[in-house]
């Protein structure tokens, strides 16, 4: 199993058919008698609604439904976080209905259903769906949302308050920063960024009227919890609703979220007798789709006078767009908690979230959700800190990590760090990105009438997610090895990880390997993909279920050889009879004892097993970004030329499929750091709502990347693993803003706030040139 098993760079099996276009995605997915469904959108960021009516629309050609709130009830998404204030009552939890009834908050907010037996003909009816609105003021500001007067978005919540929630003794911190020899302070914005992945929503929805069942095609992180929602919202028991998730191209956390339009099918479906489908459209997606990050930050450090740090003090306004979706409320909480003092013996912290609703597109968890932007604050904190202090922004860092002896660590947020050599990675960064010779780099760029700056961020995140995971390993007729997950993969590479880890411990051929995902008929139950939580979990299951099959292994061989069974050994996938040449393959006994008209007590199901795992701890994957760019002072334009990336990963199952998570994560956080804006007018109108205004990064925008890893194995998991999904998003937008600010020393720029694109750059520099 060495060229197979964990530590070996194969390369992904599900390529294979992807590549040559026989990957089956939801919009792939066509029924016998499949209608199509269109969404008529509010045009207005908030309005009232003085009514609606939907007869020309219904009398259109080819129309066969038209879906209103009259047709749904008090349908409306769920949050499964309830969230106390810092006074200790509990936060308000404004309805997201499935359909506006009498009023609507964003523009995208969804008003009607129009069915039609094309799309084209669903789409021409959707414009005779006449409106009467009273057009409101919006509010769409992060900043300013819960000033006095600002228009309100939710009555239950006045000044826009969504919640306002405390982490820390702020008493405490606050005398430790009236101790401190020096403070550091500094406002950031985090921007709001539209996910984006390759493949746009869709659904197709199917009802079976002999069994009253509903079937739902869709693209999902995990179809358990959409499973459940929509048996709510249909009035049927869970059994009577399946959700099939096919390929899937691209989740970062948005397509974990369920969504008002899978219910729209589900029921136009069931009243029509017939197949239902939507799919989204580009412009749809940005006006629909879950968004991401939308901060406002002021945090503060408290050193002592030998530049150690005292206390960490963050104050965040979150936007939360106009509802919630699934997780919000605790992606600026919790989640960001986590990792909130980075990897710094942080002594004392402080940590407040008021989060504000909005006139916009809701915003929940995207690809790292709260990591990236507790790293992002600490880790921009660390450089302007070492400024003003007069040190040298590495030795202030390694002053103040935590050591390897100090492990396991408890954090000032709560965090047990269970493993980290935090130096002994960035010195090998510092080694590989060639630190020491870049002035001599600078002074050549200087010479073309390039800024050029180098910049690092040491990260480190803590997976999460359900600690409780699935999974059942099957031999099949057809001497196949199934195995039934309950992760969801969006493009990682599951299907290849997964097999390296079963082939390693049972010792089957990881070519007769097959993964089972995305059905939750045949998978009950299932944690989910995000969080970078599946190999952490699932890797685990699989192994426990695996040790299962080698017990049954046992038990049988031992009644196929007439032995004991502790006489039975096993070992590179084959049992034997110590002290005797008797020996048999898990594959061939597996077939035999399929083939037994008696089985003997505790194999009625063959070698089939299943294990349920529950995690008693989550890891926390670390590690080194160094960027260094080059700025163009005339046009402002920002190129990086150099990207070094060194992780500690534990231990790695696959390389190849780790450099390909890394690489991905660290484009989308270069995205959020150069170019991807989010931007409302006044109104809350989407001024970016395409690709021809929103910009998301390019090949040629980037360098090659150098990548590598560090291994220290963690002791959180017997498999040894951390996860590594999120970690390049986490790391890189620190690592790129530090660099910026450091090409641009020269004019005395402390901070730059993301997105720093080209025009912001050309006035900055402009401005500081003319004083």
Not at 312 to 335: E, H, K, L, S
Request: hydrophobic residues 40%; contains cysteine.
């Amino acid at each position: 199993m060495a060229k197979f098993g964990i530590g070996q760079p194969v390369r992904r099996v599900e390529d294979q058919r992807l590549v040559v276009g026989r990957g089956r995605y939801t919009d792939d997915i066509n029924l016998p008698g499949q209608a199509y469904g269109v969404v008529v959108r509010s045009p207005h960021a908030h309005a009232r609604i003085r009514s609606i009516d939907v007869s020309r629309a219904r009398a259109a050609p080819g129309v066969l439904a038209v879906l209103t709130a009259e047709d749904l009830g008090e349908a409306s998404i769920p949050c499964f976080i309830p969230i106390t204030n810092r006074d200790g009552s509990r936060a308000p939890m404004p309805r997201h209905p499935v359909l506006c009834r009498d009023r609507v908050r964003y523009v995208g907010d969804k008003v009607a259903f129009v069915v039609a037996e094309t799309k084209a003909q669903a789409r021409d009816a959707a414009e005779l769906v006449d409106i009467d609105w009273d057009v409101l003021e919006a509010v769409v500001d992060t900043a300013s949302a819960l000033e006095p007067g600002r228009p309100q978005v939710h009555a239950e919540c006045p000044n826009n308050i969504a919640f306002d929630w405390q982490y820390g003794d702020p008493d405490k911190v606050a005398q430790a920063f009236a101790q401190a020899a020096r403070v550091v302070r500094l406002e950031l914005v985090n921007n709001r960024l539209v996910c984006n992945p390759m493949e746009p929503r869709a659904a197709v929805a199917s009802w079976d009227p002999s069994e009253g069942k509903l079937t739902l095609y869709t693209c999902t992180q995990g179809g358990w919890a959409f499973r459940d929602v929509l048996a709510g919202h249909l009035g049927l028991p869970k059994e009577k609703v399946r959700v099939v998730t096919p390929d899937v191209g691209g989740g970062f956390g948005m397509k974990a979220m369920y969504y008002g339009e899978y219910t729209l099918c589900a029921v136009a479906a069931r009243k029509l007798g017939r197949p239902v489908k939507w799919t989204a459209e580009r412009s749809e997606s940005f006006l629909s789709d879950s968004q991401g990050r939308d901060h406002v930050t002021l945090a503060e450090l408290a050193f002592d006078a030998n530049n150690h740090i005292l206390a960490m003090r963050v104050d965040v306004i979150a936007n939360m767009g106009a509802y919630y979706y699934f997780y919000a409320p605790y992606i600026p909480t919790g989640a960001a908690l986590k990792v909130l003092p980075g990897v710094y013996d942080v002594k004392n912290l402080s940590y407040r979230v008021r989060a504000v609703f909005t006139n916009t597109v809701p915003v929940d968890a995207y690809r790292g959700a709260g990591r990236p932007e507790s790293i992002y604050c600490i880790e921009r904190l660390m450089d302007v800190a070492a400024a003003e202090l007069g040190v040298d922004r590495i030795e202030l860092r390694r002053k103040n990590f935590i050591r390897p002896d100090q492990m396991p660590f408890k954090t000032a947020a709560g965090e047990v760090y269970d493993s980290g050599e935090f130096a002994r990675v960035m010195d090998k960064a510092l080694a590989r990105a060639e630190w020491e010779s870049f002035p001599a780099r600078r002074a050549a760029a200087q010479a073309q009438g390039k800024l050029r700056g180098i910049g690092l961020c040491y990260y480190i995140e803590s997976t999460m997610g359900d600690p409780v995971e699935h999974a059942s390993v099957r031999f099949t007729a057809d001497d196949w090895v199934e195995v039934l997950v309950g992760t969801q993969s969006n493009g990682q590479g599951h299907e290849t990880a997964y097999a390296q880890v079963l082939a390693e411990r049972l010792g089957v051929p990881f070519e007769r390997v097959r993964i089972v995902q995305g059905d939750t008929d045949l998978i009950p139950r299932g944690g989910g993909t995000g969080g970078s939580r599946s190999l952490t979990a699932e890797g685990v299951a699989i192994c426990e279920a695996a040790d299962r099959v080698i017990e049954k292994g046992k038990l049988a061989a031992a009644h196929l050889f007439e032995a004991a069974v502790a006489d039975i050994t096993f070992a590179d996938g084959t049992f034997r009879v110590a002290g005797t040449d008797k020996a048999i393959s898990v594959l061939e006994l597996a077939r035999q004892v399929r083939a037994m008209t008696n089985r003997p007590p505790g194999l009625e199901d063959g070698l089939n097993a299943s294990a349920r795992i529950e995690l008693g701890a989550w890891t926390f994957p670390n590690g080194c970004h160094i960027a260094e760019v080059e700025v163009e002072p005339e046009t402002g334009v920002v190129r990086i030329v150099r990207y070094t990336v060194v992780d500690d990963f534990g231990v790695v199952v696959n390389p190849l499929l780790v450099e390909g998570q890394v690489h991905g994560g660290v484009v989308q956080g270069i995205g959020q750091a150069l170019y991807e804006q989010t931007v409302y007018d006044a109104s809350g109108q989407l001024l970016t709502g395409s690709f021809m205004d929103y910009c998301l990064p390019r090949a040629d925008n980037l360098p090659f990347f150098d990548f590598s890893t560090v291994e220290v194995r963690c002791r959180n998991n017997p498999l040894g693993v951390k996860g590594c999904g999120e970690a390049g998003s986490v790391g890189a937008c620190a690592a790129v803003i530090n660099a910026l600010v450091d090409a641009l020393s020269p004019f005395g720029v402390r901070h730059v706030d993301m997105p720093a694109v080209p025009e912001k750059i050309w006035r900055l520099t402009r401005a500081r040139r003319a004083a």
